[in-house]
């Protein structure tokens, strides 16, 4: 992946962190568990990062707080 990519999708993956809409949310809270944490995060952050990252970030909170 070339530099250009790498800064875009980081772009693409904040833009989404902080537009966080209300079907975002809702799914968010109905989260119960590891595994549905895990599909949440796929579905709003997985064409951002790789799945190293999603579960970096899962894992440290990053993305879930």
Avoid: C, H, P
Wanted: glycine share 8%; no cysteine; aromatic share 10%.
């Amino acid at each position: 992946m070339s530099e250009a990519d790498k800064t875009k999708n980081a772009e693409n993956l904040l833009e989404t962190v902080f537009s966080m809409d209300e079907d975002m949310a809702e799914g968010f809270q109905e989260i119960s568990g590891q595994e549905d944490l895990d599909a949440w995060a796929d579905q709003y952050f997985g064409t951002y990062m790789t799945d190293d990252g999603l579960t970096s970030a899962m894992q440290g909170r990053f993305l879930s707080e």
